[in-house]
C-alpha cells in the first residue's frame, strides 16, 4: 500500500514539477517572449530526465493522466513559444512538417518544393521552376514540383490541408495557427521508431492502408524485429514481394491478423479507423466481444479513457488518412495495458524496442493542442 500512494505522489510531482517549470518559462516584464530555445536548452533536458527517472513508478491510468497533462502543457508552450518567434527569419534546407493554417514567409530566393499537402501561394512572385511560368496568385502548389521566390520580393504560402510535408532551401518565417499539429506527433513517433516514411516522405494526407496499419500495429507491440525475422510461408498470394510481406505473414502465423479471403491480403485497401481502433485495443490487451466490440470500438476507445469524445468524432470521419493514424497511435502509447498494469509505452521500453531516451524525447516534440 505505501509503494502504491508512493507511486501516485511521484506521479503528480511530476506534473507538478513540468507545469510548474512550463508556465514559470513565460518571461519577465523586461522579456516577455518565451523563447523557444529557452525552452529546447533548459525545459526539454527536464523532461527527458524526469520522464526516464519515474517512467516505471508510474501506476497505470493515474500516471498515464499526469504524464499526459504535463506532455499537453508543454506543448501548448511551445506553440506560444513558435508565434512568438513567427518573423524570425529561418535559414537552411529541410523538411518541414506544416498543419493547417500555417503561413510560411519565403524570402526572395527561397526554394520550396511540396512533398505531400496543399500549399496556396498568397503572392504574385512565385516562380513555378519545373513548368517554366510565374505561379498565379491563390494558385495551390503542385506536389512535386519545385518553385522559388523571385529575387526581389517575400511571398505569404499557406497551408490549406490538414498537413502539409514541404521542402525548404533559402530563408524562410513561419507563422503557427492554432490548428492540431498532426506533424508534431508524428515526429515524436519518428523519434521512437514507431512511425516511418515512405520514398516519397510521409503522405500524411494519404488514406492508410491494411499493410501500413498492420505495421504500426506490430511495432505498438515491440514486435517488428520478429515479423523481420520472421521465414514462415504466408498463405496470401497478393503480397508476395510487396514491402509489408514478412508482416503480414508473421501477424497472420501470430494470430494476430486475418485476410479477406482464403488467399488474399488486400495490402493496398483502405483501413479505416474502426479497424485500426481494433487493433490498439488488442494492442492493449483487451478482449474483443468481451471488453469491446469491433462495432463500437472507436466509442470504446473513449470510454476507456484514450481519446475524447471529439477526438473519436474527428479521428472516424472522413477517410483515415496516415497522419490520423499517427495521431491515434500516440494516443495509444497513454492507455493502459490490462495484462501488465503500466502504460503501453511502459512495455515499449520493457520490450528493447524503443529506449527511455528516445521516448522522452519523442514526447518533447508534441506542439499545440489535441482535436476538439
Known amino acids: 500500500m505505501k509503494q502504491y500512494w508512493k507511486r501516485i505522489m511521484a506521479a503528480a510531482t511530476l506534473t507538478a514539477a513540468l507545469v510548474g517549470t512550463v508556465w514559470a518559462a513565460g518571461g519577465t516584464g523586461d522579456d516577455p517572449v518565451i523563447s523557444l530555445s529557452y525552452l529546447e536548452q533548459k525545459f526539454t533536458p527536464q523532461l527527458e530526465a524526469d520522464v526516464q527517472q519515474v517512467l516505471y513508478d508510474g501506476l497505470g491510468t493515474v500516471y498515464g493522466d499526469q504524464l499526459r497533462t504535463a506532455v499537453d502543457s508543454y506543448a501548448a508552450v511551445r506553440l506560444s513559444a513558435q508565434k512568438q518567434q513567427s518573423a524570425v527569419q529561418q535559414k537552411g534546407e529541410g523538411v518541414l512538417l506544416l498543419k493547417q493554417g500555417d503561413m510560411l514567409t519565403a524570402a526572395p530566393g527561397c526554394k520550396v518544393t511540396v512533398k505531400n499537402g496543399s500549399l496556396m501561394a498568397d503572392t504574385s512572385y512565385l516562380v513555378d521552376v519545373t513548368g517554366g511560368s510565374v505561379a498565379a496568385k491563390y ?8 518553385y522559388m521566390m523571385g529575387d526581389t520580393a517575400t511571398g505569404e ?24 499539429d498532426y506533424g508534431s506527433r508524428v515526429r515524436a513517433l519518428e ?55 514478412r508482416y503480414v505473414a508473421y501477424g497472420y502465423s501470430q494470430g494476430l491478423t486475418g485476410g479477406t479471403s482464403p488467399t488474399t491480403f488486400s495490402p493496398n485497401s483502405k483501413i479505416t479507423c474502426q479497424q485500426y481502433a481494433t487493433f490498439l485495443l488488442r494492442a492493449l490487451g483487451y478482449t474483443e466481444n468481451e471488453d469491446f466490440t469491433y462495432a463500437n470500438a472507436v ?17 472516424s470521419s472522413g477517410d483515415f488518412a496516415r497522419y ?49
Open 139 to 146: 494558385a495551390v502548389l503542385t506536389p512535386g514540383r519545385l
Open 324 to 372: 490520423k493514424m499517427a495521431y491515434l497511435s500516440f494516443a495509444g502509447l497513454f492507455g493502459v495495458d490490462q495484462e501488465q498494469g503500466g502504460l503501453l509505452m511502459n512495455d515499449l521500453v520493457e520490450s528493447g524496442a524503443v529506449t527511455r531516451q528516445q521516448l522522452a524525447q519523442g514526447l518533447a516534440q508534441v506542439t499545440g493542442g489535441k482535436i476538439s
Open 299 to 315: 466509442n470504446d476507445l473513449t470510454e476507456k479513457g484514450i481519446l475524447t469524445a471529439a477526438e473519436s468524432r474527428g479521428l
Open 157 to 180: 504560402l499557406k497551408v490549406q490541408s490538414a498537413t502539409c510535408e514541404v521542402t525548404v532551401n533559402g530563408s524562410y518565417s513561419l507563422s503557427p495557427s492554432d490548428s492540431v
Open 191 to 245: 523519434q521512437m521508431g514507431l512511425f516511418l516514411g515512405t520514398n516519397t516522405g510521409f503522405q500524411l494526407e494519404s488514406t492508410a492502408d491494411r499493410a501500413q496499419g498492420l505495421v504500426m500495429f506490430l511495432r505498438l507491440l515491440g514486435l517488428e524485429d520478429e515479423a523481420l525475422a520472421y521465414t514462415g510461408s504466408c498463405p496470401f498470394t497478393d503480397v508476395k514481394d510487396h514491402w509489408a510481406e
